[in-house]
Nanobody, 124 residues
């Protein structure tokens, strides 16, 4: 059974940092592209960042570029999202996702497996 389990969310002040983790289990994910998405109330789910199978290539949404860093540890089957200089507009449920095609796209429909999400709330 494939499982993606996020953790690390919480309530913080603007300017603070959080690190999200997502542990993947149930199959070998070392060849998968991995991504982070987020969804705020009343809004569509949006792309945040993705990373290729080896961790050598990353891509970020303009809204988080320079503040967020995605990384992965294939030995631990874990993908991370380091979030610095958080803003109130970063408030959302954050989801990790795995793309078995390894295409590393920004389109959520291309991802095959999803976590349940973790809430991040940033207050001003």
């Amino acid at each position: 059974q494939v499982q993606l389990v996020e953790s690390g969310g919480g309530s913080v002040q603007a300017g603070d940092s959080l690190r999200l983790s997502c542990v993947l289990s149930g199959r070998t994910f070392t060849t998968y592209a991995l991504g982070w998405f987020r969804q705020s109330p009343g809004k569509d789910r949006e792309f945040v960042a993705n990373i290729n199978w080896s961790g050598s290539l990353t891509h970020y949404a303009d809204s988080v570029k320079g503040r967020f860093t995605i990384s992965r540890d294939n030995g631990k089957n874990t993908v991370y999202l380091q979030m610095n200089s958080l803003k109130p507009e970063d408030t959302a449920v954050y989801y990790c996702a795995a793309d078995r095609s390894a295409a590393r796209t920004i389109l959520d429909q291309n991802y095959d497996y999803w976590g349940q999400g973790t809430q991040v709330t940033v207050s001003s």
